[in-house]
């Protein structure tokens, strides 16, 4: 479905510091916007926000599948009260793209076609290694555990993680 493929976002484990939007998702913008707010994704030649309009700390839950390219995918389920910002930055970006960006790689960028996204889920179907998923798994268990004592009871699902 070309709508399905609109929410897919292409996820990478971001440079920008562990600390600071392992997970992000970035609007596409124009080539004129300042270097400052914008960078060029040199694998497609377009640029994009330098803020992202989903970051880790937006992400409620994801889950993980096995794609047709035998890599796995991702769908973010973003936290309820932001259903509507997901929805109004993609209807004012029809057209353009989303660049996921996880620990620093850049995933494949997904374009809105005729519609936004509702519903408040950003899906990536492929390209994830399976090292790319234990290092958000360790980030999952990480935020969940924070402040906590590690019991093996708290280990998050490999397919289903909660981000707290």
């Known amino acids: 479905m070309k709508l399905l493929t609109l929410f897919l976002g292409t996820l990478l484990l971001c440079s920008c510091g562990s600390d600071k939007y392992p997970v992000s998702f970035h609007m596409q913008t124009g080539a004129s916007d300042s270097q ?11 640029y994009y926000s330098k803020v992202p309009f989903i970051s880790q700390n937006d992400i409620d839950s994801y889950y993980s599948f096995r794609a047709a390219d035998n890599t796995y995918g991702a769908v973010f389920n973003i936290k309820k009260g932001l259903h509507s910002r997901v929805e109004g930055v993609t209807a004012l970006n029809l057209g353009k793209q ?24 950003l899906a990536v179907l492929g390209g994830f290694s399976p090292a790319d998923l234990a290092a958000m798994a360790e980030l999952s268990l990480r935020r ?12 998050p699902s490999p397919s289903l993680c909660f981000l707290q």
Request: aromatic share 8%; charged share 25%; proline share 9%.
């Open 98 to 121: 989303i660049l996921p960006i996880v620990n620093g790689h850049r995933m494949q960028p997904m374009r809105l076609y005729n519609n936004p996204i509702k519903g408040g889920k």
């Open 36 to 46: 400052k707010f914008s960078f060029r994704n040199e694998d497609d030649g377009y």
């Open 144 to 155: 969940t555990l924070k402040g906590k004592k590690p019991s093996t009871s708290s280990l």
